[in-house]
């Protein structure tokens, strides 16, 4: 089973995709992780990754795409894979489906963490992220150490409230229509209230996935 997951900055997508990764015993494939290992590994698409961020540049969705298509030809993703960060954009969503399309895969489930602006502006606004690896903290100072990989916790300036909500609207404006379009092309989204203790939310989802 492949499973994409879409919902706004902050209303906990990794950590639902790590939990239900663990849950329905498929890996989660973030985007942003898949990438830097790709580059970190020199592969062919990783080389050519590193060229477009090299001149500060975007990578593009096909490169990204086609990173995405050699990790889910890969034995691990055998029975699935749970998607975080492939879709954003309706171009992005075509994509996908094409590059599954291309080694006989498909998209099976689409779920939506759905969570009110506000609550989004107060979880975000005492976020911080390892400057390593990454990795998000609700509600732990800047300068903490990192319990992942023991880097430095800093706050990103685009956690702060009125960029959160400049984000938040640029979200509504991109995912509306891809919601629109896997409702065209005959895939129900899957709406999750994710207000709610991170294991309810889990519950929720997976009871939504008929598991």
Do not use: H
Request: glycine residues 10%; aromatic residues 2%; contains cysteine.
């Amino acid at each position: 089973m492949i499973i994409v997951l879409l919902g706004p900055p902050g209303a906990g997508k990794g950590t639902q995709a790590d939990k239900l990764a663990k849950r329905l015993g498929i890996p989660k494939i973030a985007t942003g992780d898949v990438l830097r290992a790709a580059v970190r590994d020199g592969t062919k698409r990783g080389r050519e990754a590193k060229s477009y961020m090299d001149r500060g540049d975007l990578v593009p969705d096909s490169v990204i795409l086609g990173i995405l298509q050699d990790v889910m030809t890969s034995p691990a993703t055998k029975k699935g894979a749970i998607l975080d960060g492939a879709v954003r954009t309706v171009p992005q969503a075509e994509g996908l489906g094409a590059t599954l399309a291309e080694i006989g895969k498909k998209v099976d489930k689409v779920l939506l963490f759905d969570v009110d602006d506000e609550e989004l502006v107060k979880r975000l606004s005492t976020r911080t992220v390892c400057e390593g690896c990454q990795t998000p903290y609700m509600g732990r100072d800047p300068g903490t150490d990192c319990e992942k990989c023991g880097g430095k916790l800093v706050r990103r300036k685009d956690d702060e409230p009125e960029a959160i909500r400049n984000r938040l609207e640029v979200y509504r404006t991109q995912t509306k229509p891809v919601i629109d379009w896997y409702g065209n092309n005959k895939m129900r989204v899957l709406r999750i209230d994710a207000d709610a203790p991170v294991d309810e939310v889990t519950s929720r989802a997976l009871e939504a996935l008929g598991k």
